[in-house]
Structures are given as C-alpha cells and as structure tokens.
C-alpha cells in the first residue's frame, strides 16, 4: 500500500467560520442543472435509496465492494480508519482513495463535494482536529471539515454518522458541485470520491473546486473513467448504469 504522507502547510489561513453563502460560482457561470433535469433526477433518487438503505442492503446497489470492503480494497490503512466507527464505515461507497495523496494537517480546512454518508468528511474531521479536545475544534472555525451534498437523505445520514463518530467539526451543507455555495478560497484541501463522474458540466465543477481553494491548497480527486468504448456507455434512463 502507497505511504500516506501530510499534507503540506498551506500558504494562507484564516479563522473566518467557512459559512455557507447563497449566491456563488463565477459571474460567468450559466448555473448548475436543475432538479427537474432527468438526469439528475434519476442520480438523485438512486442515491436518495442508497440513503435509506440500511448498511448491510447497501452493496446490493453497487456493482463495486462498498462499505468496509470497499474502504480496506481501496488502500485506507487502519490510521484512518481508526477515526470512524464501523457503522459509519458500513456506508461507505466510494470507487476510490483521495486521502492517497496527500492527508490534510490538524488546523486545516477540508471541502469533500459529493459526500454521500459523510466517511472521507469524517476522516478528514479526524484528521484535521487531531490533537485538539471537542470544545476547541467546536469553537475553532478554520478547523473544519465540509461535506457538501446533493441528496438530502445522504445529508440526514452523514449527520447521524457524525453525531455517531463524535465529530465536532464536520459541518453538512446541501447543494451541487457546479455551483459551491462557499466563498473563493476557503479550503486548504478539496476532496471528491465517485461523483465527478455523475456531474454533468465538469469543467464548471471543476472551476468551483480551485475557486474555493486558497493559494497552496490541493485538490484530490478519486473517481473512474470509461476507457471501453463510448458506444457501450449509455445513458441508463433509471440510473441503474450510473457508473458504467
Ligand atoms: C458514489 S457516491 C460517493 C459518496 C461519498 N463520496 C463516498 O465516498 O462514500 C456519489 C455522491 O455524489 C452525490 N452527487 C451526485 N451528483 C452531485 C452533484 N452534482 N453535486 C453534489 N453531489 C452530487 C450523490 O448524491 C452521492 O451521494
């Protein structure tokens, strides 16, 4: 397994709350898809199931190992997995490890667009709170992980797993990756896991992710790609085929 190695420091902090904004994006931007896009309609409501699933049903949504399975095949060694329970760990359903990288540093900031259940969040939050008790990574905003998220059932659940893993400074934040409803450089670090994939307008989503990046941050990324044919790739109208 690849060595994880810190993050480095950043060049710019802040102790300013990374607080939700409602107007965002660059002035250019022609807007996110709406929610009565059928395709994102169909994302929505696959993901919305996953979050009702109970953990154990939930590979039987996934044609790659989710859960604990999937985090132990992907490379996340026994440190990071140590900072979540295994019922948070159960609702895993990642396709890859953005923590490979580089880890984010205790006192930073973390951005995980696209956090389904909130695991990479809550890794992130152990991570960037170590070293501090819960009252000081309550009350120290720049200590702060962010998971942002489409579906508000993944929400709902990413909540309960960070009132189930005792982490203070994991926030959630409904909203889409094509338009972070954050302001410009607000995170040390961006993660995403298995989502650019089902982002319509990823070279917006991509724009977003740096603007919200402060000078010497990173963006780590974990997703997959078709290298078959396209031919063989279609749009599955129920979503079945989502990440094929
Ligand atoms: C494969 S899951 C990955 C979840 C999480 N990152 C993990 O590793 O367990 C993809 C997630 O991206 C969310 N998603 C899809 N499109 C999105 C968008 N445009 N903006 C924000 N989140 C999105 C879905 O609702 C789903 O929870």
Redesign the pocket.
């Known amino acids: 397994m690849p060595k994880l190695t810190p993050f480095p420091a950043p060049v710019a902090t802040t102790a300013t709350p990374i607080s939700p904004t409602t107007s965002s994006g660059p002035a250019t931007s022609s807007g996110p898809a709406t929610l009565g896009d059928p395709k994102l309609q169909a ?2 409501q696959r ?1 919305q199931r996953a979050a009702r699933s109970a953990p154990q049903d939930l590979q039987e949504l996934f044609d790659y190992p989710t859960g604990e399975a999937g985090l132990r095949g992907l490379g996340y060694g026994e440190d990071l997995l140590a900072l979540v329970p295994p019922a948070v760990r159960a609702c ?4 890859g490890n953005p923590f490979l990288p580089g880890l984010p540093r205790s006192g930073q900031a973390v951005l ?6 909130g ?2 969040t809550l890794i992130a939050a152990g991570l960037v709170s170590a070293g501090q008790t819960a009252g000081q990574a309550a009350g120290q905003a720049a200590c702060q992980a962010q998971g ?4 508000p059932d ?1 929400l709902q659940r990413a909540r309960e797993n960070a009132r189930l893993a005792g982490a203070h400074s994991a926030v959630f934040t409904e ?4 338009a972070l409803p954050f302001p410009d450089a607000s995170f040390d670090l961006v993660i995403s ?3 650019l994939n ?2 319509q307008d990823k070279p917006k989503a991509l724009a977003e992710a740096y603007r919200v990046l402060r000078p010497g941050g990173r963006v780590q990324l974990a997703d997959q790609v078709l290298t078959g044919r396209r031919e063989a790739c279609q749009w599955s109208p129920g979503g079945e085929s989502w990440a094929r």
């Open positions: 994302i929505l993901f895993y359903c990642g396709v995980d667009i696209g956090c389904g259940a695991v990479d942002l998220e489409l579906s993944m909203g889409q990756a094509e896991n298995g989502v089902l982002v």
